[in-house]
């Protein structure tokens, strides 16, 4: 939708119908898991009217697509026409495979409560981290020193940068 967004000019809108006891939406991808490696979901959700009992939870399952079970971020109210900040972490169960991330609206939600939904992060088994990097730095000369025998980073990076630029060698 186009008529609220947190982040960017789009977010998605999600519209209850019917008169269900909880109404909740997943995403369509499945984030690969390995159990006991936590996975941590962040989103940012609107409610122009504000809603009393909403939680951002992380569905498990296993390889064959199974449910096995929920971590759950907690239920709490989100203010009328504000945007707000919702987090859970949690590990895999033993079986888990893989995990979907999404808002649940509890307590019999009204038909036509609508919920905008944007910048859902899901953080698995990888790291996030910040670097300032000043003028001039670079990996053999500030790095590699310390990195013990290696020739070049041994890590994966995804990288986005604010200002500046990165080249690659």
Same mark, same amino acid.
Request: charged share 10%; aromatic share 10%.
């Given at each position: 939708?186009?008529?609220?967004?947190?982040?960017? &000019? $789009?977010?998605?809108?999600? &519209?209850? &119908?019917?008169?269900?006891?909880? @109404?909740? %939406?997943?995403?369509?991808?499945?984030? +690969? %898991?390995?159990?006991?490696?936590?996975?941590?979901? #962040?989103?940012?959700?609107?409610? !122009? *009217?504000?809603?009393? /009992?909403?939680?951002?939870?992380?569905?498990?399952?296993? !390889?064959?697509?199974?449910?096995?079970?929920?971590?759950?971020?907690?239920?709490? !109210?989100?203010?009328? @026409?504000?945007? &707000?900040?919702? =987090?859970? #972490?949690?590990?895999?169960? @033993?079986?888990? @495979?893989?995990?979907?991330?999404?808002?649940?609206?509890? =307590? /019999?939600?009204?038909?036509?409560? *609508?919920?905008?939904?944007?910048?859902?992060?899901?953080i698995g088994d990888s790291m996030v981290a910040r670097s300032i990097l000043n003028p001039?730095?670079?990996?053999?000369?500030?790095? $590699?020193?310390? *990195?013990?025998? +290696?020739?070049?980073?041994?890590?994966?990076?995804?990288?986005? %940068?604010?200002?500046?630029?990165?080249?690659?060698?």
């Amino acid at each position: 939708s186009t008529a609220q967004a947190h982040g960017g &000019t $789009k977010s998605g809108l999600f &519209t209850v &119908t019917g008169s269900p006891t909880q @109404a909740y %939406v997943r995403g369509t991808g499945l984030l +690969a %898991v390995t159990a006991g490696i936590p996975v941590t979901a #962040t989103g940012w959700f609107y409610s !122009a *009217a504000g809603y009393a /009992s909403l939680q951002i939870v992380i569905d498990w399952f296993s !390889a064959t697509g199974s449910y096995i079970s929920t971590t759950s971020g907690g239920t709490s !109210a989100i203010g009328a @026409a504000t945007w &707000t900040q919702r =987090s859970v #972490t949690g590990s895999p169960p @033993a079986n888990a @495979a893989t995990a979907s991330v999404g808002p649940t609206l509890s =307590s /019999s939600p009204p038909t036509g409560t *609508a919920l905008f939904i944007d910048d859902i992060s899901i953080i698995g088994d990888s790291m996030v981290a910040r670097s300032i990097l000043n003028p001039g730095w670079s990996w053999d000369e500030h790095v $590699k020193p310390y *990195a013990e025998g +290696a020739e070049s980073c041994p890590e994966t990076h995804h990288e986005y %940068v604010i200002s500046g630029s990165i080249r690659y060698l």
